[in-house]
């Protein structure tokens, strides 16, 4: 494999946007849930590329989904100066890169490991959202509106853009105490403490898509070609124990296949403004595989139609026998879903250990 350049008349920008703890719950058949509050979202899935993420974790731990998208690792390491990633790929190719999370910069680190993942400028809290919103969890309407401006602001550079953006407004956890929500989206034979925390959690995220649609809405109608990448990095906190889930009737028996999905699915989405969909000749619309975070960036390469750097190319090869690789222990292989490595591939897995283990470890230097 070799590094490939991404041709100089198909370089879009790309907006990529990880919301904290969003999930779909319309898809459980919850009995009580009023889930038309999806409709703008199931709107933008029509319209997109879109499938389902395999997560390493639940409930927590965001850095984990963040950091396998940026850097096409299924497993971390304890980042203490530059490291490998397609942020610094898409820096080399001539991409402002950049980012905001209107959140504390010392949270996980942010500050020093964004830099040594290769983003020249990012956004946090203190010094810039503190000025913008007397919220600590700051608003998506202040973190969408600024997203767009830089995007905007970028273009006095000549530079394609890129950006990874965390929003914070729908971090747990979610008042079990009271609601005082206009909408109530689960009504029912529910303790009052569950049905809070449901309902609040839904005000957040359904307010959220408003705010996603607006950002939409001025990358659609924007002249210049962009595509939006978006997804969440796990389900949310309901209740210590996950005893909400449990009142609510979901039923994450780890010993069965579709309660490990259940338990970790998240999903994900590529969109494209018409000016995009024209310069890459993909309409940007279908049903996407299942697959780890750690291989969301192959597909956005991959309906962009651009080659890419090696180590994506090689894990490209891979991801045909090994979509879903995580951390907890179970994988898809071939099509089967499995909590071990059959015998007839051990050897090409042992070759994806060695891959990652040598693009985790060895800096290529830029």
Known sequence: YEDADIPADKRVSIISYMREAYIDFSQFAIPGL???GYDLYHQLESESYSGTLLTNIFGGGTIDSERCFLTGNYLLRNFRSDANSYVWYLRNQGYTTEGSHPYYRWFYNRRNVNSYL???NYRFREGDYEYLSEQTMTEDSVLLSEVYSDFVRNKSTGKPYFSFNLNIQSHGPYSTTEYDGAVEYLTGDY?????????????????SDVQLMQLVENLRADPDPVILVLFSGHMPW?????????????????DTEQG???????????WANDAAKAVLGNDFTG????????????????????????????????????????????????????????????????????LQYDWRTQFISN
Do not use: H
Not at 245 to 254: P, V
Not at 302 to 308: F, H, K, T, Y
Not at 319 to 345: A, K, L, M, N
């Open 287 to 354: 049903t996407g595989p299942t697959i780890s975070p750690c291989y969301l960036m192959n597909l956005v390469f991959e309906q962009c139609g651009w080659e890419g750097p090696a180590f994506l190319q090689a894990m490209d090869d891979l991801r045909e026998v090994f979509p879903v690789v995580t951390s907890t222990g179970c994988y898809v292989v071939d099509g089967v879903f499995t909590d071990q490595i059959p015998d007839e591939r051990q050897e090409l897995f042992q070759n994806f250990e060695y």
């Open 118 to 120: 290769g983003f020249e």
């Open 260 to 270: 490990f999905r259940d338990y970790y699915s998240t999903r994900y989405l590529i």
């Open 34 to 36: 009023d889930g038309s």
């Open 191 to 207: 303790t009052d403490e569950c049905k809070n925390a449901m309902n609040n959690y839904m005000a957040t995220i359904m307010d």
């Open 238 to 254: 309901m209740g210590d124990g996950n005893v909400f889930y449990s009142e609510m009737g979901l039923n994450f028996d780890m």
